[in-house]
């Protein structure tokens, strides 16, 4: 904690290898919110590998208001939600590719976190963001309104209507 | 069914969140890797920042020397510019005023 607190105090500063260690440290974790987020392997190497290039420009807008884990949050949920706007138009053949992939890299996940995962996936995305935000990784409604670029009370109702689906979702297959 | 056994969906989504964790293998690069892309992209950074600032002194320098030059030869011109400027300043301040993210203190 100490030693992580010393390398953002000199990564800030311009020190390239404290700022290589604080992204080693935090790759595994940033990946895995993406893949949560998509269940996309390629996408989620892909949107963390742009996420560690806007925190290397960026890190001098770094205020330390917040942990350096919650900071990447932010940048890879603004970097996830553009890359799915630039996709849009090939929707098609990428579903069944997610589909494909989504089996593959979950089919080694006990049956009933599956089930659990992929009711998420198949929320909207305007739902599933903030539902994995708050219940996952517990980040507050200001917090996500400020990663999702929202009101804090667009969020609440989206969390609020997101586990009402997710509920009869699980309910129906459980 | 009974539901007096089944933990709350908040609490069944952390769980899964902390199994899903544990199952994924993610393939983490070397430290190098690290150290490369940030020494690559801060310098890529810079010189791209450095390019923009030559780029915008280079367009700066002749809007000035067009308004110098008009308010010279054509005072009308130099007034209408003046204008138009405060009015797309306005405007853009109105449009960044409408687009703030409003947060709960």
């Known amino acids: 904690m100490i030693m992580e607190a010393n390398d953002m105090t000199r990564a800030r500063n311009g020190d390239e290898e404290s700022l290589a260690r604080l992204l080693k440290d935090n790759y595994a974790f940033v ?3 993406v893949w949560k987020m998509c269940g996309d392997e390629q996408l989620a190497y892909d949107v963390t590998q742009d996420t560690f290039i806007k925190a290397v420009q ?3 807008q770094y205020r330390g208001t917040s942990k350096f884990s919650t900071w990447l949050i932010q940048i890879a949920t603004h970097t996830y939600i553009d890359a799915r ?16 992939i989504q089996l593959q890299t979950t089919k080694q996940l006990p049956e009933e976190w599956y089930d659990v995962q992929e009711a998420l996936w198949n929320l909207e995305e305007k ?27 667009t969020v609440k109702s989206r969390v609020h209507y997101g586990m009402e689906k997710l509920r009869k979702e699980l309910n129906e297959h459980g | ?17 902390e199994q899903i964790d544990q199952h994924l293998d993610v393939e983490e690069p070397p430290l190098l890797y690290f150290e490369t ?19 915008l002194w280079a367009a ?15 005072p009308a011109l130099f007034i209408i510019v003046q204008g138009a400027a405060a009015v797309v300043l306005l405007g853009y301040v109105w449009k960044e005023k409408r687009e703030m993210v409003m947060v709960d203190k």
Request: proline share 3%; glycine share 4%; charged share 35%.
């Open chain 2, 37 to 55: 892309l940030v020494r690559e992209e801060q310098q890529a950074w810079h010189q791209r920042l450095w390019k923009e600032l030559m780029l």
């Open chain 1, 85 to 100: 706007r630039k996709q849009q138009r090939n929707e098609k053949l990428e579903q069944q590719e997610k589909e494909r």
């Open chain 1, 58 to 60: 960026k890190i001098d």
């Open chain 1, 127 to 153: 739902y599933r963001i903030p539902v994995l935000l708050k219940h996952y990784y517990g980040f507050e409604y200001k917090e996500i309104a400020k990663m999702t670029k929202s009101r804090t009370g």
């Open chain 2, 1 to 17: 069914m009974d539901n007096r056994n089944t933990p709350p969906l908040e609490e069944k989504l952390q769980k899964a969140s």
């Open chain 1, 31 to 33: 990946m895995k919110y």
């Open chain 2, 60 to 74: 700066a320098l002749l809007m000035i020397t067009g308004l110098a030059l008009s308010f010279y030869f054509i």
